[in-house]
T-cell receptor, first 114, second 114 residues
């Protein structure tokens, strides 16, 4: 089975500052990794995913994440945030098996202040 | 209409009521999912349907009853709910269950049980 730990429940930052949202996972098998974003009163939207290949993954809205197998991490970064990036961000992991479930972290609430 | 839609967006019901949540996907996918999102808890997978057959039931109480009449529609029938069932219920779909397939989410139904 897999598990996900998002180390920060809330991250406040100022507009145009860089941000990193941390995600660590645990798994006995190789994994696929995902970041989703949830804006207020909306469902989850896929930001980016790591399936294989390059460990640096670029997603929508200027976000990127780096898969680090040795540290079992998949941290999300953006060099300069906007007010509109205020949302909740969820890291998720799926084991590389036929029917492995998508397991989510508890989420990180990013608040961008002017 | 595109993507994954859910109706109603908001629902208030008493503990003795019977109601149904509806999900429809317009993506040509073959797998559909129900998740429960409660405050301060990770997303909980409730049910998975693949090719209209239920393949996963995560120990969900029988007061929740899913139905998948075809690959585009998914229902969650509710009866004699408890106040602790109040949550955001999210529907998702993917090309197939398992593997690298990405799950796409609907906007959710905010359920309040009085």
């Amino acid at each position: 089975a897999q598990s996900v730990t998002q180390l920060d429940s809330q991250v406040p930052v100022f507009e145009e500052a860089p941000v990193e949202l941390r995600c660590n996972y645990s798994s006995s098998v190789s994994v696929y990794l995902f970041w989703y974003v949830q804006y207020p009163n909306q469902g989850l939207q896929l930001l980016l995913k790591y399936l294989s290949g390059s460990t640096l993954v670029k997603g929508i809205n200027g976000f990127e994440a780096e898969f680090n197998k040795s540290q079992t991490s998949f941290h999300l970064r953006k060099p300069s945030v906007h007010i509109s990036d205020t949302a909740e961000y969820f890291c998720a992991v799926k084991g590389q098996g036929g029917s492995e479930k998508l397991v989510f972290g508890k989420g990180t609430k990013l608040t961008v202040n002017p | 209409e595109t993507g994954v839609t859910q109706t109603p967006r908001h629902l208030v019901m008493g503990m003795t009521n019977k109601k149904s949540l509806k999900c429809e996907q317009h993506l040509g996918h073959n797998a559909m999912y129900w998740y429960k999102q409660s405050a301060k808890k990770p997303l909980e997978l409730m049910f998975v349907y693949s090719l209209e057959e239920r393949v996963e039931n995560n120990s969900v109480p029988s007061r929740f009853s899913p139905e998948c009449p075809n690959s585009s529609h998914l229902f969650l029938h509710l009866h004699t709910l408890q106040p602790e069932d109040s949550a955001l219920y999210l529907c998702a779909s993917s090309t197939r269950q398992g593997g690298t397939d990405t799950q796409y989410f609907g906007p959710g139904t905010r359920l309040t049980v009085l």
